[in-house]
Protein backbone atom coordinates (compact mmCIF):
# COMPACT_ATOMS: atom_id res chain seq x y z
CA UNK A 1 0.00 0.00 0.00
CA UNK A 2 0.84 3.48 -1.01
CA UNK A 3 0.52 6.26 1.42
CA UNK A 4 1.43 10.17 0.53
CA UNK A 5 1.24 12.63 3.86
CA UNK A 6 0.76 16.08 1.80
CA UNK A 7 3.02 18.60 4.92
CA UNK A 8 1.67 21.45 3.65
CA UNK A 9 2.92 25.03 4.64
CA UNK A 10 0.09 27.62 6.09
CA UNK A 11 1.39 31.26 6.50
CA UNK A 12 -0.79 33.66 6.94
CA UNK A 13 -0.11 35.70 3.99
CA UNK A 14 -2.28 32.84 2.23
CA UNK A 15 -5.89 33.11 2.27
CA UNK A 16 -8.06 30.16 2.51
CA UNK A 17 -9.09 29.50 -0.66
CA UNK A 18 -5.96 29.94 -2.72
CA UNK A 19 -4.50 27.03 -0.12
CA UNK A 20 -7.30 24.95 -1.05
CA UNK A 21 -6.68 25.15 -4.78
CA UNK A 22 -3.15 24.33 -3.82
CA UNK A 23 -4.01 21.58 -1.66
CA UNK A 24 -6.48 20.10 -4.34
CA UNK A 25 -2.82 20.48 -7.05
CA UNK A 26 -1.07 18.72 -4.68
CA UNK A 27 -3.14 15.82 -4.41
CA UNK A 28 -4.23 15.31 -7.84
CA UNK A 29 -0.29 15.30 -7.96
CA UNK A 30 -0.65 11.64 -5.84
CA UNK A 31 -1.33 9.88 -9.14
CA UNK A 32 -0.77 6.21 -7.54
CA UNK A 33 -1.02 6.63 -4.50
CA UNK A 34 -3.69 4.33 -2.37
CA UNK A 35 -4.10 6.70 -0.09
CA UNK A 36 -3.68 10.55 0.57
CA UNK A 37 -3.62 12.24 3.63
CA UNK A 38 -3.56 16.05 4.47
CA UNK A 39 -3.17 17.76 8.26
CA UNK A 40 -4.98 19.46 11.26
CA UNK A 41 -7.47 22.87 9.88
CA UNK A 42 -5.20 23.55 7.48
CA UNK A 43 -7.49 25.86 5.82
CA UNK A 44 -7.09 28.22 8.81
CA UNK A 45 -4.07 26.96 10.94
CA UNK A 46 -4.54 24.80 14.12
CA UNK A 47 -3.42 27.99 16.20
CA UNK A 48 -5.46 30.61 14.31
CA UNK A 49 -8.35 31.02 16.99
CA UNK A 50 -9.43 34.17 15.86
CA UNK A 51 -10.11 32.82 12.66
CA UNK A 52 -12.21 29.89 13.49
CA UNK A 53 -15.78 31.64 13.52
CA UNK A 54 -15.56 33.28 10.80
CA UNK A 55 -14.06 30.84 8.09
CA UNK A 56 -16.23 28.01 9.35
CA UNK A 57 -17.72 25.83 6.91
CA UNK A 58 -20.79 23.33 6.89
CA UNK A 59 -19.56 19.86 6.45
CA UNK A 60 -20.34 19.74 2.56
CA UNK A 61 -18.92 23.23 2.33
CA UNK A 62 -16.42 24.30 -0.10
CA UNK A 63 -13.46 22.17 1.75
CA UNK A 64 -15.40 19.06 1.36
CA UNK A 65 -16.17 20.15 -2.41
CA UNK A 66 -12.99 20.32 -3.43
CA UNK A 67 -11.02 17.35 -1.64
CA UNK A 68 -14.24 15.19 -2.99
CA UNK A 69 -13.33 16.43 -7.06
CA UNK A 70 -9.30 15.75 -6.01
CA UNK A 71 -10.05 12.46 -4.94
CA UNK A 72 -11.96 11.31 -7.41
CA UNK A 73 -10.08 13.10 -10.49
CA UNK A 74 -6.96 11.35 -9.01
CA UNK A 75 -8.52 7.94 -7.94
CA UNK A 76 -7.26 8.04 -4.57
CA UNK A 77 -8.47 7.54 -1.23
CA UNK A 78 -8.27 11.04 0.81
CA UNK A 79 -8.12 11.55 4.37
CA UNK A 80 -8.27 15.13 3.93
CA UNK A 81 -7.36 16.79 7.18
CA UNK A 82 -9.94 18.39 8.92
CA UNK A 83 -12.03 21.52 8.64
CA UNK A 84 -13.68 23.94 11.52
CA UNK A 85 -17.34 22.63 10.28
CA UNK A 86 -20.25 24.48 11.54
CA UNK A 87 -22.56 22.30 12.42
CA UNK A 88 -26.74 23.13 11.46
CA UNK A 89 -27.02 24.24 15.19
CA UNK A 90 -24.21 26.69 15.45
CA UNK A 91 -21.92 24.66 16.84
CA UNK A 92 -18.15 24.62 15.63
CA UNK A 93 -16.23 21.52 15.68
CA UNK A 94 -12.52 20.49 14.55
CA UNK A 95 -13.85 17.66 11.79
CA UNK A 96 -11.71 15.33 9.58
CA UNK A 97 -13.23 14.09 6.37
CA UNK A 98 -12.59 10.52 4.29
CA UNK A 99 -13.55 10.64 0.81
CA UNK A 100 -13.25 7.29 -1.32
CA UNK A 101 -11.73 6.82 -4.92
CA UNK A 102 -15.33 8.07 -6.10
CA UNK A 103 -15.31 11.26 -4.25
CA UNK A 104 -17.95 10.05 -1.82
CA UNK A 105 -17.74 11.14 1.64
CA UNK A 106 -16.74 7.47 3.47
CA UNK A 107 -16.72 8.80 6.99
CA UNK A 108 -16.55 12.21 9.26
CA UNK A 109 -14.89 12.79 12.39
CA UNK A 110 -15.32 15.28 15.06
CA UNK A 111 -12.09 15.59 17.54
CA UNK A 112 -13.13 14.40 20.89
CA UNK A 113 -10.06 15.77 22.57
CA UNK A 114 -10.09 19.68 22.37
CA UNK A 115 -6.79 21.37 22.59
CA UNK A 116 -6.23 24.70 25.09
CA UNK A 117 -6.98 24.12 28.68
CA UNK A 118 -10.10 25.83 29.04
CA UNK A 119 -9.12 28.35 26.25
CA UNK A 120 -8.94 28.55 22.34
CA UNK A 121 -10.31 25.54 20.63
CA UNK A 122 -11.17 24.18 23.98
CA UNK A 123 -14.42 26.29 24.20
CA UNK A 124 -14.32 27.54 20.91
CA UNK A 125 -15.52 24.47 19.29
CA UNK A 126 -17.57 21.43 20.54
CA UNK A 127 -16.35 17.72 21.40
CA UNK A 128 -17.08 14.53 19.23
CA UNK A 129 -18.33 11.74 21.02
CA UNK A 130 -17.53 8.79 19.22
CA UNK A 131 -14.61 6.76 17.98
CA UNK A 132 -14.59 6.35 13.89
CA UNK A 133 -12.59 4.09 11.63
CA UNK A 134 -13.38 3.69 8.00
CA UNK A 135 -12.77 0.54 5.82
CA UNK A 136 -10.65 0.69 3.01
CA UNK A 137 -9.76 -2.59 0.41
CA UNK A 138 -6.70 -2.63 2.00
CA UNK A 139 -6.91 -1.80 5.62
CA UNK A 140 -8.89 -0.25 8.68
CA UNK A 141 -8.41 3.38 9.62
CA UNK A 142 -8.57 4.83 12.80
CA UNK A 143 -9.37 8.23 12.94
CA UNK A 144 -7.64 10.79 15.42
CA UNK A 145 -6.61 14.69 15.57
CA UNK A 146 -3.63 15.85 17.21
CA UNK A 147 -4.23 16.50 20.64
CA UNK A 148 -5.89 12.95 20.50
CA UNK A 149 -2.60 11.71 20.02
CA UNK A 150 -2.02 11.99 23.83
CA UNK A 151 -4.61 9.75 25.01
CA UNK A 152 -3.92 5.99 24.43
CA UNK A 153 -7.86 5.30 25.45
CA UNK A 154 -9.23 6.55 22.10
CA UNK A 155 -6.89 4.54 20.05
CA UNK A 156 -7.80 1.29 22.14
CA UNK A 157 -11.48 1.66 21.15
CA UNK A 158 -10.33 2.36 17.74
CA UNK A 159 -8.25 -1.18 17.77
CA UNK A 160 -11.41 -2.76 19.34
CA UNK A 161 -13.19 -1.25 16.54
CA UNK A 162 -10.94 -2.96 13.86
CA UNK A 163 -8.16 -0.41 12.97
CA UNK A 164 -5.19 -1.25 11.72
CA UNK A 165 -3.63 1.96 10.55
CA UNK A 166 -4.33 4.70 12.44
CA UNK A 167 -4.52 8.48 10.75
CA UNK A 168 -3.68 11.52 13.16
CA UNK A 169 -3.69 14.96 11.14
CA UNK A 170 -2.23 17.89 13.39
CA UNK A 171 -1.41 20.97 14.00
CA UNK A 172 1.54 20.64 16.40
CA UNK A 173 3.65 23.25 17.68
CA UNK A 174 7.74 23.06 16.87
CA UNK A 175 8.34 23.48 20.71
CA UNK A 176 6.66 19.92 21.61
CA UNK A 177 8.35 18.35 18.66
CA UNK A 178 10.29 15.72 20.74
CA UNK A 179 6.52 14.71 22.32
CA UNK A 180 5.11 13.91 18.47
CA UNK A 181 7.64 11.44 17.52
CA UNK A 182 7.47 9.98 20.73
CA UNK A 183 4.14 9.34 21.46
CA UNK A 184 3.39 8.38 17.27
CA UNK A 185 6.10 5.67 18.23
CA UNK A 186 4.03 4.55 21.51
CA UNK A 187 0.29 4.22 19.48
CA UNK A 188 1.93 2.36 17.12
CA UNK A 189 3.56 -0.37 19.52
CA UNK A 190 1.08 0.00 21.87
CA UNK A 191 -1.40 -1.15 19.33
CA UNK A 192 0.55 -3.11 17.68
CA UNK A 193 -0.54 -0.72 14.07
CA UNK A 194 0.73 1.78 11.49
CA UNK A 195 0.35 5.11 13.08
CA UNK A 196 0.66 7.56 9.88
CA UNK A 197 0.69 11.32 11.71
CA UNK A 198 0.62 14.00 9.40
CA UNK A 199 1.20 18.00 10.19
CA UNK A 200 1.52 21.08 9.19
CA UNK A 201 4.18 23.29 8.20
CA UNK A 202 4.94 27.18 8.07
CA UNK A 203 3.32 28.99 11.63
CA UNK A 204 -0.03 29.70 12.93
CA UNK A 205 -0.65 32.65 14.64
CA UNK A 206 2.76 33.35 15.58
CA UNK A 207 3.08 29.18 16.34
CA UNK A 208 5.95 27.68 14.49
CA UNK A 209 5.05 24.35 13.50
CA UNK A 210 6.90 20.63 13.82
CA UNK A 211 6.11 19.29 10.40
CA UNK A 212 7.93 15.99 10.50
CA UNK A 213 5.20 13.90 9.21
CA UNK A 214 5.81 10.43 10.84
CA UNK A 215 4.96 6.97 9.42
CA UNK A 216 5.34 4.29 11.68
CA UNK A 217 5.15 0.41 11.63
CA UNK A 218 3.64 -2.15 14.42
CA UNK A 219 6.75 -2.79 15.76
CA UNK A 220 7.47 1.42 16.35
CA UNK A 221 10.13 1.19 13.32
CA UNK A 222 10.37 4.83 11.88
CA UNK A 223 9.29 4.01 7.71
CA UNK A 224 9.34 7.62 6.98
CA UNK A 225 10.24 10.83 8.36
CA UNK A 226 9.53 14.08 6.86
CA UNK A 227 11.47 17.74 7.73
CA UNK A 228 10.53 20.83 8.81
CA UNK A 229 8.65 22.31 5.74
CA UNK A 230 6.38 22.08 3.43
CA UNK A 231 6.96 18.82 1.41
CA UNK A 232 4.85 15.22 0.69
CA UNK A 233 6.30 12.11 2.54
CA UNK A 234 5.32 8.84 0.55
CA UNK A 235 5.97 5.54 1.43
CA UNK A 236 5.20 1.71 0.64
CA UNK A 237 3.60 -0.22 3.32
CA UNK A 238 2.26 -3.79 4.25
CA UNK A 239 -1.03 -3.71 5.63
CA UNK A 240 -0.50 -7.68 6.62
CA UNK A 241 2.14 -6.66 8.81
CA UNK A 242 -0.53 -5.61 11.87
CA UNK A 243 -1.60 -9.00 11.56
CA UNK A 244 1.69 -11.08 11.67
CA UNK A 245 3.17 -8.63 14.09
CA UNK A 246 -0.22 -9.53 16.37
CA UNK A 247 0.43 -13.19 15.88
CA UNK A 248 3.93 -13.35 16.34
CA UNK A 249 3.64 -11.24 20.36
CA UNK A 250 -0.14 -11.30 20.95
CA UNK A 251 0.06 -8.92 23.32
CA UNK A 252 -3.51 -7.37 23.29
CA UNK A 253 -4.75 -10.88 23.90
CA UNK A 254 -3.06 -10.00 27.68
CA UNK A 255 -5.14 -6.66 28.02
CA UNK A 256 -7.05 -6.83 31.63
CA UNK A 257 -7.65 -3.54 32.18
CA UNK A 258 -9.89 -1.09 30.50
CA UNK A 259 -11.81 -4.65 28.82
CA UNK A 260 -15.61 -4.85 29.75
CA UNK A 261 -16.32 -6.24 33.74
CA UNK A 262 -18.47 -9.69 34.01
CA UNK A 263 -21.21 -9.51 34.58
CA UNK A 264 -22.04 -10.34 38.84
CA UNK A 265 -23.44 -13.91 39.09
Not at 159 to 168: Q, S
Request: negative net charge.
Amino acid sequence: MRASLIQIAVNEDEMPEARRVRAAALVREQAGADLVVLPELWTTGAFAFDDFEARAEPLTGPTHEAMAKAASDTGVWLHAGSVPERAPDGVLYNTSLVFSPSGDLAASYRKIHRFGFDKGEAVLMGAGREPVTARLPETSLGLATCYDLRFPELFRSLVDAGAETLVIPAGWPERRRAHWILLAQARAVENQAFVLACGTAGTHAGVPQAGHSIVVDPWGEVLAEAGAGEEVLTVEFDPAKVATTREQFPALKDRVMGLAAPHPR
